[in-house]
């Protein structure tokens, strides 16, 4: 079993800037990619920023240059720098993280932090 925690969530005016982190515990094997999504009231979930284990990174073209994700490998996390964050920006973020064994994949998600971008 897998546990992925979020913080660093909250109101934020535009323009602002928040950092998201989410730790992942329990039985941990083989991790391929961790990332965030977020999905706004009335929207599906959609991709925010990956990163695999070698360290490449994948992001949405509404968040490209405005959010960065890194990872910590030795404590199983991931951050998320969102800057000049805007009202379309505001949604619950989740973390996610793609894992192995030799017998199946995991898929694990995180509960959610919301974000709010308002004035």
Request: proline letters at 3%; charged letters at 15%.
């Amino acid at each position: 079993q897998v546990q992925l925690v979020e913080s660093g969530g909250g109101l934020v005016q535009p323009g602002g800037s928040l950092r998201l982190s989410c730790a992942a515990s329990g039985s941990i094997f083989n991790i391929n990619t961790m990332g965030w999504y977020r999905q706004a009231p009335g929207k599906q979930r959609q991709l925010v920023a990956t990163i695999t284990s070698g360290g490449t990174t994948n992001y949405a073209d509404s968040v490209k240059g405005r959010f960065t994700i890194s990872g910590d490998s030795a404590k199983n996390t991931v951050y998320l720098q969102m800057n000049s964050l805007k009202p379309e920006d505001t949604a619950v973020y989740y973390c996610n993280m793609i894992s192995y064994t030799a017998l199946r994949g995991y898929d694990s998600w995180g509960q959610g932090t919301q974000v709010t971008v308002s004035s």
